[in-house]
Structure formats: structure tokens, C-alpha cells
């Protein structure tokens, strides 16, 4: 199983905001960059965010990234039925000596 | 553009050996880092192994540590993993996948991924 440890779901209606938690530990997320991937269905990853907190190229800035400690969180404000998918946060895991992604949430739009 | 291309998915029995090969265009390969990443069906992303610009170090899970190697020919800007010993749960798709920029292990360019099937 997973060291990265995600919510398996969050809902929120159109136009709100959801926040997403990814929980680790001082070999991860507490001492390495954190990433951030949107995974729609059928699809390949896209990453949306970089080093903890920041937005690659063409990446809307309704997605945001922070991390504190040994934990961090994607929120997603204004939330679009486009939005449904699959997040999955990352990060290079020093005693495993390989990158580790979140166990995953699922995002639904009501 | 960027292009990652997978190619050698297919049905294996358990026991059994594939090659996988990702085929890299629209940037200087010799230069980035690359993963390879699966998805079992129905399930999470799972990283697989990470290869050096240049080969120099190669990293693993330990689900397949012994008996997956991660390779490269930066000549014909091709990335490689040879599967050895698969098992019913190496069942997946596999992606290839580029290293970022920002020494962060992320990666910013994926391919469509090729399905591999261990069954008997």
C-alpha cells in the first residue's frame, strides 16, 4: 500500500471549493517537493502542480498547492463538471529511495 | 511537440519476459530523466523504476526490484524496461514518462500507455 495517504473521495457542487489532503512522512512529503496529478478517466496523467506550490504552464489557476510539515493539500476553487477525476498527489521518498504517488481521490462535481 | 510512444504491451503467462520500449520525440532526450509508471486496472498510479539523463543511476520499487531493469539508448531516443518473472499482479498499464525541469522527480509529458497482461 500506498506511504502517501489521500482522501477516496470529495464532492462539492459547481462553483465551491474542495480541498484534497495527502498525509506522508519525514522521508516524503516532510523533506521533498510534493507534485500534484489530474488523471481523467481513460486518460494519462497530467501534472497539475510542481514543487509543492507551483503551477506548470497552462494549468488553470483555480488549482493550488501548499504543504505544511508532513502533510500537503490541492484545493480546486471554482469548482467545472471538467474537474471530475481522478487527483493523485507524489514525492520522492528518501528511505524507499523512489518516488511514491498518493493512494488517490476521486473527485465528483454534484 | 513532445511525443512519448509506448510500444510492447501484450499477453504473457506468468513467468514469462516483455519488453517494454517508449519512443521519445519533440525534445533533447539525452537531457531528461525518465519513469516508468503503471495502473493496474481499477486501481491507483504506481511508480515502477527512474532512469539518469545519461544512465548513470537507476531507482526501483520493491515490487519489482530483481526482476524489472530500466534502461536507455540515448541514440535512438528510446526507452526501455524488460520484465522478467511476471506475475498475474504486474497485470497494468504501463507508462513512460518524462522527467521535469525542476529536479523534482515530477513529470510533465506522459504517454498513452501499453496494457500488459499476465495471465494464463
Known amino acids: 500500500q500506498s506511504v502517501l495517504t489521500q482522501p477516496p473521495s470529495v464532492s462539492e457542487a459547481p462553483r465551491q471549493r474542495v480541498t484534497i489532503s495527502c498525509s506522508g512522512s519525514s522521508s516524503n512529503i516532510g523533506n521533498n517537493a510534493v507534485n500534484w496529478y489530474q488523471q481523467l478517466p481513460g486518460k494519462a496523467p497530467k501534472l497539475l502542480i510542481y514543487y509543492d506550490d507551483l503551477l506548470p504552464s497552462g494549468v488553470s489557476d483555480r488549482f493550488s498547492g501548499s504543504k505544511s510539515g508532513t502533510s500537503a493539500s490541492l484545493a480546486i476553487s471554482g469548482l467545472q463538471s471538467e474537474d471530475e477525476a481522478d487527483y493523485y498527489c507524489?514525492?520522492?521518498?528518501?528511505?524507499?529511495?523512489?518516488?511514491?504517488f498518493g493512494t488517490g481521490t476521486k473527485v465528483t462535481v454534484l | 511537440q513532445v511525443q512519448l510512444v509506448e510500444s510492447g504491451g501484450g499477453v504473457v503467462q506468468p513467468g514469462g519476459s516483455l519488453r517494454l520500449s517508449c519512443a521519445a520525440s519533440?525534445?533533447?532526450?539525452?537531457?531528461?530523466?525518465m519513469h516508468w509508471v503503471r495502473q493496474a486496472p481499477g486501481k491507483g498510479l504506481e511508480w515502477v523504476a527512474f532512469?539518469?539523463?545519461?544512465?548513470?543511476?537507476?531507482y526501483y520499487a520493491d515490487s519489482v526490484k530483481g526482476r524489472f531493469t530500466i534502461s536507455r539508448d540515448n541514440s535512438k531516443n528510446t526507452l526501455y524496461l524488460q520484465m522478467n518473472s511476471l506475475r498475474a499482479e504486474d497485470t497494468a498499464v504501463y507508462y513512460c514518462a518524462k522527467d521535469t525541469d525542476y529536479g523534482d522527480y515530477g513529470s510533465d509529458y506522459w504517454g498513452q500507455g501499453t496494457l500488459v497482461t499476465v495471465s494464463s
Open positions: 507524489a514525492a520522492w521518498d528518501d528511505s524507499l529511495n523512489g518516488y511514491v
Open positions: 532512469i539518469r539523463y545519461d544512465g548513470s543511476n537507476k
Open positions: 519533440g525534445f533533447t532526450f539525452s537531457s531528461y530523466g
